[in-house]
């Protein structure tokens, strides 16, 4: 089996008329985290949006070229409850559930049947351990999950995600209603969690990209400008614009 779990083909996405994506050809490889920069509505949340088929609910949205997970294209055969299993995702403001923080990460492991008391016990602490929550929660888990400071609410949805035992989770901006201190948490959070998981990051933040990623892609326009090794893009950009963009002479 190849190194990498998502692989990008020749992909078009269209709103209506409008061409929001352009010729998009990446690789992600097992365990990366793959942070993806640019400035606002270049097309960044639209892309990580087409990792789990969430652009599937906007009528208006077409999609052209292909995207493997594992070799199997995710807008062919590959049923879509299956593929948010494998892909988590967590947004750009904590959106845990009107539940308690218990209910909140068993909620996708009861959906899927698994009733017995102690199993999903084991997996809503292993989940917020991984989230780096754990210690400041196990004693209150019947509580309701809004009860939270936003980054522990943040930490929460990791959590839930974790719980699905995905392969890739994304996040889009995950740290941007946060203060620097919640988004510091996060950021060690997301270098622990490489360990396990792919990640596909899209961040505002040039330094969090060049703190806790190894890959980093610029979109401008809905163009994929340039996609390399983190470092390399920060220090030796192949590209004027990405240059430009990095040094602050725009976005």
Request: proline content about 4%.
């Amino acid at each position: 089996m190849d190194n990498y779990k998502i692989d990008v083909k020749n992909l078009d996405l269209f709103y209506g008329d409008f061409q929001a994506l352009k010729n998009i050809n990446l690789t992600i490889n097992k365990g990366d985290v793959a942070a993806l920069i640019g400035p606002s509505g270049c097309g960044k949340s639209t892309f990580i949006r087409i990792l789990n088929r969430m652009n599937d609910l906007i009528p208006s949205c077409r999609i052209t070229g292909e995207v493997l997970l594992d070799g199997k294209d995710i807008y062919g055969s590959m049923d879509v409850t299956e593929l948010r299993s494998r892909v988590g995702m967590v947004f750009q403001k904590p959106n845990p559930f009107n539940m308690t923080i218990f209910d909140n990460v068993a909620y996708g492991q009861r959906m899927q049947g698994v009733k017995d008391k102690r199993v999903l016990l084991e997996i809503v602490e292993t989940s917020l351990k991984k989230a780096a929550l754990w210690d400041e929660v196990k004693d209150r888990l019947k509580k309701p999950a809004q009860a939270l400071s936003g980054g522990q609410q943040q930490r929460l949805c990791i959590a839930r995600s974790i719980a699905m035992e995905p392969e890739i989770i994304l996040m889009d901006e995950p740290t941007s209603a946060l203060d620097p201190i919640a988004t510091g948490r996060i950021e060690e959070l997301i270098v622990e969690l490489k360990k396990e998981f792919t990640i596909v990051l899209v961040t505002h933040a040039m330094h969090q990209a060049s703190r806790v990623s190894n890959k980093t892609a610029f979109f401008l326009l809905g163009e994929l400008i340039e996609y390399n090794i983190t470092r390399e893009v920060f220090t030796k950009p192949r590209d004027k614009r990405t240059e430009d963009y990095i040094s602050g002479r725009f976005g």
